[in-house]
């Protein structure tokens, strides 16, 4: 568990010093974050058991994690957190799911994981409906879901895990990418699958965002590189032909701008077309230090799966039942609270630049 305890360090070290100016705002958004004042219940769903917060969590919990993608480095960092979680609660890990994130391909891992008689799945849908039917077979087999990174519709799961408001990751992205291009200019988005629930949320608040504060820049094209690396590749080759004018490229996605960063960075482009988004320091280091990209934002993957799973262990226990104003404990995390909709806030994202990177492994 080395690894978590280092990037929690690491992160910890930075909070509120040489990254202040450019840690975001989190704008309330239907989640509560850890340390806030408990609020009060919901009461629209009077109909849930009520929570035993004492309840044992028993040992041997079955925890499946099941990710929009296998093989994606920012998932293997979560995967690692729910695993290090999982251990502590002495319970199963497992982690299974499709090699393409399209919108239907957990389907069958999430049958296949009722069948077996998971306790908990943790899992980043690549559809918010797609998804639905699955897991609330799951659910009647008495698993406990936990959406985490990209939720389903809030009634096909337990709780949603977030990294971070939503509005906090749209607006930190659009004001990097404003300072970079002196609020002016034709900006496109490179994104994920055309369907993921987080990818399009945040797509909308940047647009909306960008009006209202820079209306000078214009958001002229989003293209989907469906979180394939080479696909992602070639939609940046694909920009950069067909708006010769392009100031700038926002990549909310750890795939995206990876590729992104590679084909800028041995182009012409290097340098006079910014590029900001959503990536791992390790994936992006080269980048930031040959001048291809100036800062860019994520939080930390490995807490994310560690909170999810601790969230689904709380759930399983009965601790919680996912209302909101209910507490629970979440390992070195310490303690959060549900907001609204079922929904707990990780934290605030960290962005980084030049001048920090170094400090991060991750
Ligand atoms: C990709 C996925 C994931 C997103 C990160 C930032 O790995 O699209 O859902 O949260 O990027």
């Given at each position: 568990m080395s690894s978590f305890l280092t990037g929690r360090r690491l992160r910890g070290g930075l909070t509120g010093v040489a990254v202040a100016a450019l840690?975001?705002?989190?704008?309330?958004?239907?989640g509560t974050t850890r340390g806030e004042e408990e609020s009060s219940g919901s009461?629209?769903?009077?109909a849930a058991a009520s929570a035993d917060p004492n309840a044992e969590i028993p040992s041997g919990l079955a925890v499946a994690f099941l990710p929009k993608q296998v093989n994606n480095p920012y998932f293997d960092v979560a995967a690692a957190g729910a695993d290090a979680a999982v251990s502590e609660i002495e319970g199963e890990f497992t982690q299974t799911g499709p090699s393409e994130a399209s919108a239907s391909s957990q389907v069958s891992y999430i049958n296949t994981l009722t069948q077996q008689g998971s306790d908990v799945i943790l899992t980043s849908a690549?559809?918010?409906?797609?998804i639905c039917s699955a897991l609330d077979q799951a659910r009647s087999a008495g698993a406990a879901v936990v959406t985490f990174d990209s939720d389903t519709s809030p009634d096909c799961r337990d709780l949603f895990v977030n990294q971070a408001t939503a509005e906090g990751i749209a607006q930190s992205q659009v004001d990097i990418m404003a300072e970079q291009i002196g609020g002016a200019g034709q900006v496109a988005i490179l994104s994920a699958?055309?369907?993921a629930t987080n990818q399009n949320a945040w797509i909308e608040l940047m647009e909306q965002y960008a009006a209202e504060?820079?209306?000078?820049?214009?958001?002229?094209a989003t293209v989907y590189g469906d979180d394939e690396d080479e696909k992602s590749f070639q939609e940046t080759q694909g920009l950069l032909q067909t708006y010769p004018e392009l100031e700038g490229i926002i990549s909310p996605t750890t795939v995206g701008i990876a590729a992104a960063a590679r084909y800028l960075s041995g182009s012409e482009y290097k340098g006079r077309v910014a590029l900001t988004g959503l990536g791992t320091p390790n994936q992006l280091r080269e980048y930031v230090e040959d001048g291809t990209v100036q800062a860019f934002a994520l939080w930390n993957p490995e807490e994310l799966g560690y909170l999810a799973a601790h969230a689904g262990a709380a759930l399983a226990a009965g601790?919680?039942?996912?209302?909101?104003g209910e507490t629970f404990e979440a390992g070195e995390l310490g303690e959060y609270t549900i907001g609204a909709d079922g929904v707990v806030v990780l934290g605030e994202p960290t962005v980084f630049t030049a001048d920090n990177i170094g400090e991060f492994d991750f």
């Open positions: 840690v975001l705002t989190t704008a309330a958004c239907g009461g629209t769903d009077g690549n559809d918010p409906n797609a699958t055309a369907n504060q820079y209306p000078e820049m214009e958001i002229v601790r919680i039942t996912g209302q909101e």
